[in-house]
Every structure is written in structure tokens, then in C-alpha cells.
């Protein structure tokens, strides 16, 4: 009999716990996983896929109209989100399902709890059972953030906005990261009228500047409003319903849905870590080396609640690395470098790699190519938008050290060329590839 009651106990079933519970559980480990809310997790309950699944559903409205240019008869379009919103969250329900038969299939025990660590080999879980394990793997993810202001209760965050009733007139969404961006393209194809606040005069950082302007311009260009340097005093809830953001920099804006997405927050209040003596970082994060081990040898993080690369794929990664290394005698650590990123936005861009900025500083000089250009659908749909790719070349050795791109299926294209830029493949060495024609990604290999 070993001296506890499970060899890892897991806190969170999303993205990087299953993972790893699963993973140290094929290598013989007894695991257990804790999960207050759904298996599955941010990613598969509130995060990419049903945002991924709006997004499909969102690229309708422009893909209709642009039918009638390709012969086709399409009859006056209407949307009609409540069936959108519950054929997405069926989906959903089906994944959580799949998510907890994997585990079941793998003998992971699922405790639909919250729990809590109350020791280096000790949790606690929210009905007041006590539990031990050998090694504890903190996988808790991430939560919206909220700014302390009045009326915020009006507000809603990615955790409501896929529940939403009926579809608003108008939106206001806070924030200008990929999450805010996402659903500014989202709401304003579903007709809404979309404001888009920005507390500085950036968005999107981390992505290259050219390729975010080419987002502003288009977005701007269809109609989206956005507002720069401006932030919110508070939030009023009209007799009508209907909401009033009283900001700072701006005229007030009336809207009938305000979403805040300004950044995510590790989940670690309440989790009893500061208690166990585990070392925490701004804002929460837990803090951990490169095997995920906190300062407490028994007790691991990965994904979110490290406040690192917050991604699906990498929380996975780290989740199978940490399996391996402490359960199966493989020791193993992910590589971060260069990261495949995209923007689901309306077009979409997708990022591997140094930006131009970034290029400039780290390696002195640098030497760009870019595609400037209107893809042939969109060409004869009659649709003025154009698509831009850039490739970010080291001068000294010939390497493409980033690619960047904004256009329709950047995220699609880009995931193949990540290889090439991953491998370290040199300008020459796209140069040297035939292009596929007629295709967008062509582009990518006649830049001169
Ligand atoms: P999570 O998946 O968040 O899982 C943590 C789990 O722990 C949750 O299920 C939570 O309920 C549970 N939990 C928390 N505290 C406790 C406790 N005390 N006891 C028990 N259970 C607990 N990433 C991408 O790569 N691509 C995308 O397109 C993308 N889109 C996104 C869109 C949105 C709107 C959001 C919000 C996120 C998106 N992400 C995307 C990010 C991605 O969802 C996260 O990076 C990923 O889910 C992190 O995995 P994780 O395992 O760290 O945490």
C-alpha cells in the first residue's frame, strides 16, 4: 500500500491537466482530477472552440453577399443566433463528454469538486473530504479580469458571452488583445454595432505593427468603431435596459452588451498555495522552473496559471512534458521558441517568430519582404480588402526568423509554414520551393 492516497492528484481538467493525468496515468501513476466546473476546460467550455465555432458562423454574413458575384441566388439573408449559440454549446456538451470518457478510458478518477491544497502532499476538497497524493499538479487555468469600477456588475466576459439570449444591437468591447479583436469581428458580422475600447494607442502587441494597422484599417473600413487612449469610468444600467459607459477619453458610449476583455488572471485565490508555501508571482501566477516544479518539490503548475505563453497547445505540451518526466522516466521539456499564434478576427492573422521590431533589436539589421495583395476571391466578390504577408529575414545568415501574416486562412496557411521557419529553412530556401498556383500561400514563395 502506498502511503497516499493517489500518486498525482490534479486541480483543473482543461487543457493541461487532462493532459497530464491522462499521460501519468498511461505510465501506471493512480491519478485523480479535480474539476469545479466542466472537463475540458477554458479551451474546450469558453474558449477556442466555441469562439472558433462563432467565428465560422460569423464569416456567413460576408460570404452571402459575396455569393451573388459567384451566380448565386441567395434569398434575403437573416441570422438567427439562438439556434447558432445552442447548435455551439451542443457541440460543446459533446467534447466535455469525450473528455471525460478519455480520462474514464485511462482510469483517471474525475472528482467534480473544487479543491484546494492544504499541505505539500495534502488537498482538500470542497465537500470537506481530505486527500493525499505523492505529487500535486496545479493545471487551474485563468479568469477574466475586471476592472474595480462602478456598474461592472453589467458587464460580461468571455465566460458569459456565449450564453447570451439574444444578439445585441450594440456592443462595446474593453480590451485590445486577441480576445477583444476576436469579438469585435464576431458581433460586428452578426450585425451588431461594435466599439472597440483601447486604453492605449496599441493593439495587439507581441504582433508585428504593419500587420496590426492592416487589422485597424480593414476593421475601421467595415464600420467597426474604435476607440483609442480611452477608459472607462463607470457602467449605468438605463431604465430601458440598455447600458451607459461613462469613460475617460471619450464621449459617453450607449450600448445594449459591454464585454470586458483586458487580460487574464491566474486562478490562484483560494487555492491555499501562499498557506503551503508555494511562491507566487505578479498577479498570482505560480512561479516555476523548467520542469514545472514550484519552490515546494511536491507540488508542479503548467498551462495558464503560470501566466507565460497563455495557449491551448502549449498548456498541452507542458501537461505531456511534466507526465513524462515524473511518471515515465522520460524527462522532457518543451521548447518555446517560435510559436505559432493567430488572431481569429475578421480577416484573421497569424504570427510565427520574430516580428520586424523585435528583429531589429535582437539581431541588429533586418530585412523584410512583403505580398501586399487582394486575393482572387475577394477580387472578383468586389471586396476591397487586402491581404498583407511579411517575412522577417536575419541579413547575416539568410534565415526567415518570423512570418507574418493578415489575410483570409492566415491561420490555416501559416501552421504549414511555421514548420519551415521552426526548422530554421533559409529565404533561398522558399525561394527554391515552386509556387502552387493559383492559391494565396503562393505568396509566400515569390516575395523578392
Ligand atoms: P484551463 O483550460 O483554463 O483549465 C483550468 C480548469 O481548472 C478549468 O476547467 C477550471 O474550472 C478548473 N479549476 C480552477 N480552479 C479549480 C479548483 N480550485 N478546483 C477544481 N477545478 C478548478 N488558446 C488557443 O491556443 N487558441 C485559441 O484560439 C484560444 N482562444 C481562446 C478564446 C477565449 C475566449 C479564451 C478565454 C481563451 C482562449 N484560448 C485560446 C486560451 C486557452 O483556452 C487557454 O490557454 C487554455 O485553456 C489553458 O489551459 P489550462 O489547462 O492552463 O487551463
Not at 216 to 236: H, Q, T
Not at 262 to 286: D, F, H, W, Y
Amino acid at each position: 500500500m502506498s502511503e497516499f492516497d493517489y500518486g498525482l492528484f490534479v486541480i483543473g481538467a482543461g487543457s493541461g491537466g487532462v493532459r497530464a493525468a491522462r499521460i501519468a496515468a498511461a505510465h501506471g501513476a493512480r491519478v485523480a482530477v479535480a474539476e469545479e466546473h466542466r472537463v475540458g476546460g477554458t479551451c474546450v467550455i469558453r474558449g477556442c472552440v466555441p469562439k472558433k465555432l462563432l467565428v465560422y458562423g460569423a464569416h456567413f454574413a460576408e460570404d452571402l453577399d459575396d455569393a451573388a458575384m459567384f451566380g448565386w441566388d441567395v434569398p434575403e439573408k437573416r441570422f438567427d443566433w439562438p439556434v447558432l449559440r445552442d447548435n455551439v454549446l451542443a457541440e460543446v456538451s459533446r467534447l466535455e463528454g469525450l473528455y471525460g470518457q478519455t480520462l474514464g478510458n485511462h482510469h483517471v478518477e474525475i472528482i467534480k469538486e473544487r479543491a484546494a491544497v492544504a499541505g505539500p502532499n495534502q488537498l482538500r476538497l470542497a465537500g470537506g473530504r481530505a486527500v493525499t497524493a505523492r505529487k500535486i499538479l496545479i493545471a487551474v487555468g485563468a479568469r477574466p479580469a475586471l476592472p474595480n469600477i462602478d456598474g461592472i456588475e453589467h458587464a460580461i466576459t468571455s465566460n458569459e458571452v456565449f450564453h447570451l439570449d439574444r444578439m445585441p444591437k450594440r456592443v462595446v468591447i474593453a480590451g485590445g488583445g486577441y480576445i477583444a479583436n476576436e469579438f469585435a469581428g464576431i458581433f460586428h458580422q452578426f450585425g451588431a454595432h461594435v466599439t472597440l475600447v483601447n486604453r492605449s494607442d496599441t493593439m495587439l502587441r507581441g504582433y508585428d505593427e504593419q500587420i496590426v494597422d492592416r487589422l485597424v484599417k480593414i476593421s475601421l473600413a467595415k464600420g467597426l468603431d474604435i476607440r483609442f487612449n480611452a477608459g472607462f469610468d463607470r457602467i449605468e444600467k438605463n431604465e430601458d435596459g440598455s447600458l451607459t459607459c461613462v469613460m475617460k477619453g471619450c464621449d459617453a458610449i450607449h450600448a445594449d452588451e459591454v464585454l470586458f476583455a483586458i487580460g487574464r488572471q491566474p486562478n490562484t485565490e483560494g487555492l491555499g498555495l501562499a498557506e503551503a508555501g508555494v511562491a507566487l508571482g505578479e498577479n498570482g501566477a505560480v512561479i516555476v522552473d523548467d520542469d514545472y516544479r514550484t519552490n515546494v518539490p511536491s507540488i508542479f503548475a503548467v498551462g495558464d496559471v503560470t501566466n507565460r505563453v497563455q495557449l491551448t497547445p502549449v498548456a498541452i505540451r507542458e501537461g505531456q512534458a511534466f507526465a513524462d518526466s515524473q511518471f515515465g522516466n522520460k524527462p522532457t521539456r518543451v521548447d518555446y521558441r517560435c510559436i505559432p499564434s493567430a488572431v481569429f478576427s475578421h480577416p484573421p492573422i497569424a504570427s510565427v517568430g520574430l516580428t520586424e521590431g523585435q528583429a531589429r533589436n535582437r539581431l541588429g539589421s533586418a530585412k523584410t519582404f512583403t505580398s501586399d495583395f487582394r486575393a482572387m476571391k475577394n477580387v472578383l466578390a468586389g471586396r476591397n480588402e487586402r491581404s498583407l504577408y511579411k517575412l522577417v529575414v536575419d541579413e547575416g545568415t539568410d534565415e526567415v526568423v518570423g512570418l507574418h501574416m493578415i489575410g483570409p486562412d492566415a491561420p490555416e496557411i501559416l501552421q504549414a509554414a511555421a514548420v519551415a521557419v521552426k526548422a530554421r529553412l533559409k529565404k533561398a530556401d522558399f525561394d527554391a520551393t515552386v509556387a502552387l498556383h493559383p492559391s494565396m500561400a503562393e505568396e509566400l514563395v515569390l516575395m523578392r
